[in-house]
């Protein structure tokens, strides 16, 4: 099978696609033939190595050769211990831990994998697992006469986080790059701020900030916030994340702010929720560009550089109908 794999961490460069065995599912594993990957901005830190916590499992060099966790395809085959699935079943998860997405066949955890609704084409399913979970948990308290406030709002979990808080009733607030500003206007925020021009945690304060890009002060984060609000990240530099972990600790004990990272709970019961929200007509899915397997270096350097509206897909097997297209979808 054709995968795009690498052995050493660095920017796209390091990435080749090559001719590899496909992999066998083990006991309680299913093997799925992979039609579309989404990208998240997880791979680029994995690609990189950066920050740290990327290289869990491998210091030196990369644990996985191939990259790409959120996955939807078909099965082909199950292990012995698989009640779940069966072959030819349409199946969509996060796969976080054993990756392998840009590639034609991935081997997942049974665990990790949910049927995919008819409603859903391949490519609009693997944009869900991962950046749902985080936008679902991560906006988890917002309501009318709330303030959230999302920083890196235009990208993947940004685009659903939005749509969840306004559902939800709360006035939101968009931080992002000026290229994102119509975009998260678009997607109903309130007010939008290019994190440029404006230093987001001297304006508000907010009940709520979520941020998918941390590398500011905890004290300047505390700013940001009402009394008994809340601040969680997902991502960010190493010396943020520590300091949330450690000093945000002390803050909200003694601020009645609190300011932590967000423990972001994986599988099936933690993003099946949005797609029924998406098939109810509550949220959109936004794809911003297409690649094909190929092109897996320039579809991670689009996210990884900041660029994307929205979600990236590469299509490894385009379902019939479909034009990929390497400009932007619309809106």
Known sequence: MKAVVYDRYGGPEVLSIAEVAIPSPGQRQVLVRVHATSVNLSDWECLQGTPLYARIGGLRSPARQVLGSDIAGRVEAVGSGVTRFRPGDEVYGDNLDLKGGFAEYAVASESALALKPESLTFAEASTLPQAAAIALQGTAGAGPGKSVLINGAGGGSGSFAIQLAKRAGAHVTGVDSVSKLEFMRCLGADEVIDYRAQDFTRAGPYDLVLDLVAHRSVFAYRRALVRGGRYRCVGGTTRAL??????????????????????VKLGPTHFTPLAERHAAGHVDIHIDRRFALDEVPEALAHVGEGHALGKVVVEIAPERGT??????SPM
């Open 242 to 263: 520590l300091r949330v972990v450690t000093v945000g600790a002390l803050i909200g004990m003694t601020t009645g702010r609190r300011v932590g990272v967000l423990a």
């Open 323 to 328: 034009a990929r297209a390497t400009g932007k």
